[in-house]
Nanobody, 126 residues
Framework: QVQLVESGGGLVEAGGSLRVSCAAS????????MGWFRQAPGEERDLVAT????????YYADSVKGRFTISRDNAKNAVYLQMNNLKPEDTAVYYC???????????????????WGQGTQVTVSS
């Protein structure tokens, strides 16, 4: 498994922007499909965005489409989530996740991901 460490969370006003980052260990980062999930208190862990290892194709949940952008830098073993026009309902703990190497299956659910970070809190005030 790969070790993942998130950073960059914090408190922001509605309409503001924030970028969260995820640093990964290991030498095969480019072979992992990466994802960002979020979990609010009392809620399930939901997919926010993914970026595929093979071609860099991205996927976004409808709730964040047009506002969030996922990107990766394989040279730095890092994945990012740029969040713009934040809303109070975006408040959650944000988790970085990685599939197993060269994974080619579905990547829409938490069970599709093998490694997880500890999470970073994002709070959006109204």
């Amino acid at each position: 498994q790969v070790q993942l460490v998130e950073s960059g969370g914090g408190l922001v006003e509605a309409g503001g922007s924030l970028r969260v980052s995820c640093a990964a260990s290991g030498r095969t980062f480019s072979s992992y499909t990466m994802g960002w999930f979020r979990q609010a208190p009392g809620e399930e862990r939901d997919l926010v965005a993914t970026i595929r290892w093979s071609d860099g194709r991205t996927y976004y949940a409808d709730s964040v489409k047009g506002r969030f952008t996922i990107s990766r830098d394989n040279a730095k073993n890092a994945v990012y989530l740029q969040m713009n026009n934040l809303k109070p309902e975006d408040t959650a703990v944000y988790y970085c996740a990685a599939t197993r190497p060269y994974y080619s299956g579905s990547y829409y659910y938490p069970q599709n991901f093998e490694s997880w970070g500890q999470g970073t809190q994002v709070t959006v005030s109204s």
